[in-house]
């Protein structure tokens, strides 16, 4: 028994050996892709639940990586949080996310994602202004999605960040909500202008009361704040019906469109 819990530790050492060779590399490949502009933005609608016209466009990083083809975000977000790399990166996705929508004949806004790691920066309102009138996008067309997490901090730079934005313009949805630690009294300080209601919930209304539960209590929760429910995650006719019997105002899925590249001037999707 002994032996085989040695064995044990030294299969452990070798796979913790193998995890930071790996996060090693990723950074090392990330660094050099931002350089040689690897990232893109791929674009998914979100829509009014019940005219189903197109009010946004969510922006979704991709990396084209030379040797390992597309990757989703999930695989490489999380070391550019630890390095610090999200901040280059984030600016890159809103620099070419903001060109583009100025650029779109429909006036649709565009939704851009925003790490807690950018928010806590002092830098990141200017960043954003410049942007703006870098690309000449009005700030109106402009919606920024944080996560709960990002206000779970002691400092106050994430908040007035968000007030000084807002107060320009630029709308605030708070993203995966539902999946954090919101308090309430914290949410209705804030004055957001969207919640976005997490695809887990939406995915289990028709097998898990619960969810369906919950999904009121949000829009409900929405409604008495002044703020608009979202849902993200639809994927069927069904899901839909049940989200427009909730109130939810706005639907974003694969049942409208999945999340596809800017090509030829025109957004492709469905
Ligand atoms: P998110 O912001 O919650 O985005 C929603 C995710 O759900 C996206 O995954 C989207 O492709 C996926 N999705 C949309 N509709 C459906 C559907 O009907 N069914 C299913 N199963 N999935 C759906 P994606 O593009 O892989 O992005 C994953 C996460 O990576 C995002 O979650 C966001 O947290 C993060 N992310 C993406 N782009 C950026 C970025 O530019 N900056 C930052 N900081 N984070 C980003
Ligand atoms: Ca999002
Ligand atoms: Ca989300
Ligand atoms: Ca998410």
């Known amino acids: 028994a002994k032996k085989e819990g040695a064995g044990k530790i030294k299969v452990f050492r070798q796979w913790m050996l193998d995890k930071l060779q790996e996060s090693r590399t990723l950074e090392h490949d990330m660094a050099l892709a931002l350089v040689n502009k690897e990232f893109v933005v791929y674009y998914q609608p979100i829509v009014d639940s019940f005219s189903q016209e197109i009010y946004s466009y969510e922006a979704l990083i991709r990396w084209i990586h030379p040797l390992k083809g597309l990757l989703s975000p999930d695989s490489f ?15 890159l996705v809103l620099e070419m996310a903001c ?46 999605e ?41 949410l209705s300080r804030l004055a957001f202008d969207k919640i976005k209601i997490d695809k887990s919930f939406v995915q289990s209304i028709s097998t898990q009361e619960d969810a369906l539960n919950i999904i009121r209590l949000i829009t409900g929760m929405a409604k008495s704040l002044n703020m608009k429910a979202v849902a993200e995650g639809v994927e069927t006719q069904e899901q839909l019906e049940s ?12 049942l409208f469109g999945k999340p596809q590249p800017y090509i030829d001037g025109k957004i492709r999707y469905g």
């Open 77 to 91: 977000i999380p070391v550019a949080e630890k390095t610090g790399m999200i901040n280059e990166m984030g600016k």
């Open 99 to 144: 060109r583009e929508a100025a650029s779109w004949v429909i006036p649709a806004k565009i939704s851009v994602n925003v790490s807690p790691v950018q928010l806590s920066s002092k830098a990141f309102a200017g960043i954003v202004l410049s942007i703006l009138n870098e690309t000449g996008l009005p700030a109106e067309r402009l919606e920024l």
């Open 146 to 186: 944080v996560t709960e997490s990002s206000l779970f901090t002691e400092s106050n730079t994430p908040m007035n960040t968000l007030n000084t934005l807002r107060a320009l313009g630029v709308n605030i949805s708070i993203d995966d909500f539902g999946t954090g630690y919101s308090s309430l009294s914290r």
């Open 243 to 254: 989200l427009k019997l909730l109130g939810c105002d706005f639907t974003q899925g694969y």
